[in-house]
T-cell receptor, first 112, second 112 residues
Framework: GQQVMQIPQYQHVQEGEDFTTYCNSSTTLSNIQWYKQRPGGHPVFLIQLVKSGEVKKQKRLTFQFGEAKKNSSLHITATQTTDVGTYFCAPTSGGSNYKLTFGKGTLLTVNP | EADIYQTPRYLVIGTGKKITLECSQTMGHDKMYWYQQDPGMELHLIHYSYGVNSTEKGDLSSESTVSRIRTEHFPLTLESARPSHTSQYLC???????????FGQGTRLTVV
């Protein structure tokens, strides 16, 4: 399967602090998606990045795709308790387009 | 809200029983997926399908089987349930590769 490392595995922050999760691949990716899963819920799509060096923003969330298309990050500015959940990256490489596999996820907890 | 449904939501069943977990979507999506996820853990792809009469095994070996006779329906069957099958099973669909995936609410299976 797709070789990707997602770090950190866990992150606990105080409300208002920033948070970043990284997804690192050993091979060049076609694109990468990000999903959020609330505790007890199911994964929900956040965004897809396709272009080298792409940066996309959704309110307090900033998504980046590296220039080499091997790395991606999700950054949350000034976390809120509603940001609690597990964030998964879902990378796609050219030879495995039909599959949809995920990184191990980063569990974010926020102390109010 | 996505039109993808899983039944039952919760199932407690005895060892050795045959079970079928249902997954249906009304969006006409070709690509469908089954994942196994323990609480707070990663999403393991166990089966996927890229259209009617196509099924493939995922990255995690599973004793379950799937079928795809109709576009909208992707049931998962366990011929003889065991306690090791206790987990949450999530179904997802998407219209094509490199598109957003939609997840069902999941089935929480407990085998006693």
């Amino acid at each position: 399967g797709q070789q990707v490392m997602q770090i950190p595995q866990y992150q606990h922050v105080q409300e208002g602090e920033d948070f970043t999760t990284y997804c690192n691949s050993s091979t060049t990716l076609s694109n990468i998606q990000w999903y959020k899963q609330r505790p007890g819920g199911h994964p929900v799509f956040l965004i897809q990045l396709v272009k080298s060096g792409e940066v996309k923003k959704q309110k307090r969330l900033t998504f980046q795709f590296g220039e080499a298309k091997k790395n991606s990050s999700l950054h949350i500015t000034a976390t809120q308790t509603t940001d609690v959940g597990t964030y998964f990256c879902a990378p796609t490489s050219g030879g495995s387009n039909y599959k949809l596999t995920f990184g191990k996820g980063t569990l974010l907890t926020v102390n109010p | 809200e996505a039109d993808i449904y899983q039944t039952p939501r919760y199932l407690v069943i005895g060892t050795g029983k045959k079970i079928t977990l249902e997954c249906s979507q009304t969006m006409g999506h070709d690509k469908m997926y089954w994942y196994q996820q323990d609480p707070g853990m990663e999403l393991h792809l166990i089966h996927y399908s890229y259209g009617v009469n196509s099924t493939e095994k995922g990255d995690l070996s599973s004793e379950s089987t799937v079928s795809r006779i109709r576009t909208e329906h992707f049931p998962l069957t366990l011929e003889s349930a065991r306690p090791s099958h206790t987990s949450q099973y999530l179904c997802a669909s998407r219209p094509g590769v490199n598109t957003e995936a939609f997840f069902g609410q999941g089935t929480r299976l407990t085998v006693v």
